[in-house]
T-cell receptor
């Protein structure tokens, strides 16, 4: 039973347009959410995060939106660039409710940005 | 600062054998987590070690075990290998401090193929 779901295994977007990657979670205990990016032959790297006390966090071209009532978050990349082509993992943690941060990852969405 | 290193990078084993994977965390990091990545399943949490103690564990059978040494280096062992154990095994290190999110830094992974 996946607690973090990414229902789109892949996504193709034209360069310069917006990429929207979606993530749903089932565990209401989760209070901290993250996005990681992974290139082939490399480990995932942290991209952006959001705490449950916020509904939006922005870092340059990357914005994460959180809708707690729907248990849904999304990552927006604007404008999309070919170098953004990678697998994006959504992850969640019950940070405030545990003494340590066990992170649950989703299955990932492979983003292709077409020049 | 050197990143997380994992050895070996590639490994081929046959069913029934056992395997040991190694992870050297970033200097100063005391937490090491292990993940299994398979297509469609994303990153599945195996276990986390902090100061030589297993602090958290995922839902994997007892064939998967690990340990951490006093220098924070960690090893993961899989006994009686099965075909389904073929995956990318990722190690992540973090400071491991409680009270806030500790960003995880991933190694490049060990690609295990079981024949």
């Amino acid at each position: 039973d996946q607690q973090v779901k990414q229902n789109s295994p892949s996504l193709s977007v034209q360069e310069g347009r917006i990429s929207i990657l979606n993530c749903d979670y089932t565990n209401s205990m989760f209070d901290y959410f993250l996005w990681y990016k992974k290139y082939p032959a490399e480990g995932p790297t942290f991209l952006i995060s959001i705490s449950s006390i916020k509904d939006k966090n922005e870092d340059g071209r990357f914005t994460v939106f959180l809708n707690k009532s729907a248990k849904h978050l999304s990552l927006h990349i604007v404008p999309s660039q070919p170098g953004d082509s990678a697998v994006y993992f959504c992850a969640a943690s019950a940070l405030m409710k545990t003494s340590y941060d066990k992170v649950i990852f989703g299955p990932g969405t492979s983003l292709s940005v077409i020049p | 600062k050197a990143g997380v290193t994992q050895t070996p990078r590639y490994l081929i084993k046959t069913r029934g054998q056992q395997v040991t994977l190694s992870c050297s965390p970033i200097s100063g990091h005391r937490s090491v987590s292990w993940y299994q990545q398979t297509p469609g399943q994303g990153l599945q949490f195996l276990f986390e070690y902090f100061s030589e103690t297993q602090r958290n564990k995922g839902n994997f059978p007892g064939r998967f075990s690990g340990r951490q040494f006093s220098n924070s280096r960690s090893e993961m062992n899989v006994s009686t290998l099965e075909l389904g154990d073929s995956a990318l095994y990722l190690c992540a290190s973090s400071p491991g401090n409680s009270g806030g999110y500790n960003e995880q830094f991933f190694g490049p992974g060990t690609r295990l193929t079981v024949l």
